[in-house]
């Protein structure tokens, strides 16, 4: 039911339409019915849209709305807004404007004074965020990291301490790469999680280490298909550097100068007897300050 019908106001309604991210049955019957009442459809992508709406016998005219022509399509929508129709907003799978567009058109139809009214459902990192078994109460969404290296890198060390849950988005072609920078810049022993095509035929959630989810990932090729949610848990704030005895430090302190972080925790560990998890700990610590 459109926004006039409870106001009486003649002006239209945009609805954010949640749609699948792979299973149909997600297809809520509210997001059903509104996409069949609405006058038209913006969607990100026509052609991956209409199978959909096709499949739920929904005929409403399409638009495109997507990265390029947002700003633009912008003041057309809204004109048709004020003349009093409602129109709905999808993206090509799960919950418009989380890594997909739609950001500018809905505050250009807020700023209009147009009511937009959310269509709630499927959504890939609250999905995977519900069963990866890490923190939940605190968390913060990366959306995807940068398809270069160094720009990758730069981002990951900039949330290094953060002690939320962090959550990410990834390419099939770039997970493996983006799997060998968050151990190298988080530690490879950071609990993690890969959620993969979720809610499809092959969905895969693998919970480990993030060194040891990498060397997964680099063994199977099929985990490196399909879109993937990365969780990592948040950063624990080391055992302090009280508790290792200073000859520990002296070595370490020592090795680092020349070793990277890992080998020189775990030379260190041999050298003096200390525990090798607590020397990386504080290892990571000294580089990162």
């Not at 988005?169 to 890969?194: M, N, S």
């Amino acid at each position: 039911m459109s926004a006039k019908s409870y106001t009486g106001s003649t002006v239209g309604t945009l609805y954010v339409v949640a749609t699948p991210i792979g299973n149909l049955d997600d297809m809520s019957t509210r997001a059903i019915r509104t996409l069949r009442e609405v006058a038209l459809i913006a969607a990100e992508d026509t052609r991956h849209s209409t199978p959909l709406l096709r499949h739920f016998g929904i005929s409403t005219p399409l638009i495109a709305c997507h990265d390029h022509n947002e700003r633009e399509q912008g003041a057309a929508l809204i004109t048709r807004l004020l003349a009093g129709e409602d129109i709905a907003l999808i993206s090509d799978a799960g919950t418009p404007l989380i890594s997909d567009p739609g950001y500018h058109l809905v505050r250009q139809v807020r700023a209009a004074g147009i009511s937009v009214v959310p269509i709630p459902g499927p959504c890939a990192l609250v999905a995977a965020l519900s069963a990866a078994g890490l923190p939940s109460d605190r968390f913060i969404f990366e959306g995807f990291l940068p398809a270069k290296s160094a720009a990758r890198q730069s981002r990951l060390t900039a949330v290094q301490r953060e002690e939320r849950t962090l959550i990410f988005y990834e390419a099939p072609h770039r997970l493996l790469d983006c799997l060998t920078d968050l151990a190298a810049i988080l530690g490879e022993d950071r609990p993690a999680l890969l959620a993969r095509e979720l809610s499809k035929t092959f969905e895969t959630l693998k919970g480990l280490p993030l060194g040891a989810l990498r060397d997964w990932v680099a063994a199977d090729s099929n985990q490196q298909r399909g879109e993937s949610v990365l969780l990592v848990a948040g950063w624990s704030k080391p055992e302090s550097e009280d508790e290792v005895d200073p000859e520990s430090l002296r070595v370490l302190d020592l090795l680092l100068k020349e070793l990277p972080v890992k080998r020189a925790a775990a030379l260190a560990a041999e050298i003096t007897g200390a525990r090798k998890n607590q020397l990386y700990q504080v290892a990571l610590e000294r580089k990162s300050s």
